[in-house]
């Protein structure tokens, strides 16, 4: 369809829109552009505000003839995402998205398209450690991608996760119980979830078994882990959604390769996996690890979905050209 309105979309217009499923096929696609070296990159900037940060990250898909950037204020008054979209021939602004609700399904997503390439395929068990915001589309996108019969959820607070445990279950259809600690949580599972913002890690090398597949989907900050170096160098495979990325904000890595238990040459990512040029396990025994940071090109992928989808379904609010 031309591009031939200039949107607004609300983040109650983003969520008539937006599902798990577009976003999966989104992630994918882009995935897979991204290693064909379709899709360009631009890690977060982060300046400081003086009672926060200023957070802008960009991606470009010329193929598509999409272009963006996510930016974002963050602070004692909470966050507020926005997303502005371009076409790269000649349109110019296309659209503005309010993206709250757009980055808690995308980044879900990245873990259920890692999930995907990277669990055993009969992987039917989950463990999730913690209970918050982004932890509700982590758990919805592995059940996406597996036949989920089984799952534990551990937080802090017992009346978070109890209420975690009863909202998904009944939204998902699945077993979801809550439990006492986090080793609990991540005993006999197939995949395990850390979603957290712990300063201190949750996921220690103890709690790794043999074939299981971890999402690491809370930390996008050099001060922050949610893995223990254990857990790292137990991992047979670790996959980033952007290794440049990963350098400046995923703690628990920068942190293992200051002391030399970690070198970044053992990391692939994510899309060379997807697309089928690196292989994520060689049995069923190997421990996979997916670091997830949230990266611009996947806001990209889906906003340029929900743009396209507005056009056709006739919702935003025209824009002044």
């Known amino acids: ?65 999409f272009a963006g950037h996510k930016s974002y204020v963050g602070g004692p008054g909470g966050v507020n995402f926005h997303v502005m979209l371009y076409g790269t021939n000649g349109e110019g602004l296309i ?75 009944d939204r998902l259809g699945t077993k979801v119980v809550a439990v006492e600690s986090k080793e609990n949580a991540a005993e006999g599972v197939d995949v395990l979830i850390a979603v957290t913002n712990s300063v201190e890690p949750v ?10 597949h971890v999402n690491a989907a809370g930390n996008n900050s050099w001060t922050k882990r949610e893995l223990d170096t254990h857990a790292i160098r137990k991992a047979d495979l670790i996959a980033c959604d952007d290794i440049e990325q990963a350098k400046i904000e995923c703690g628990e890595l920068m942190q293992a390769a200051e002391t030399g238990e970690f070198v970044w040459d053992s990391t692939v990512r994510l899309d060379a996996i997807v697309a089928g ?27 340029a979905r929900l743009y396209e989808l507005a056009l056709e379904q006739g919702i935003g609010t025209r824009l002044p050209d």
């Open 1 to 65: 369809m031309p591009r031939t309105k200039r949107l607004f979309l609300t983040e109650a217009e983003v969520d008539e829109l937006l599902d798990m499923g577009l976003a999966l096929k989104a992630l994918e696609e882009v995935f897979k552009a991204r290693s064909a070296g379709e899709v360009y990159n631009q890690s977060r900037y982060r300046l400081p505000t003086g009672s926060g940060s200023y957070n802008f990250m960009s991606a470009t898909w010329p193929k598509r003839g």
């Open 95 to 169: 659209a503005l998205l309010e993206a709250g609700r757009m980055g808690q399904v995308r980044t879900g997503a990245a873990s259920g398209v890692a999930t995907n390439y990277m669990a055993r395929q009969n992987a039917s068990t989950v463990g999730i450690i913690g209970s918050g915001y982004q932890a509700e589309t982590q758990l919805e996108a592995v059940c996406a991608v597996r036949d989920i019969t089984d799952v534990k959820v551990f937080s802090r607070q017992r009346v978070n996760r109890e209420n975690f445990a009863a909202n998904m279950a």
């Open 203 to 212: 996921v220690t090398g103890e709690m790794l078994e043999p074939g299981m």
């Open 277 to 303: 040029l690196k292989t994520a396990r060689f049995s069923d025994s190997d421990i996979t690890l997916f670091e997830s940071q949230g990266v611009a090109f996947e806001d990209l992928a889906v906003c």
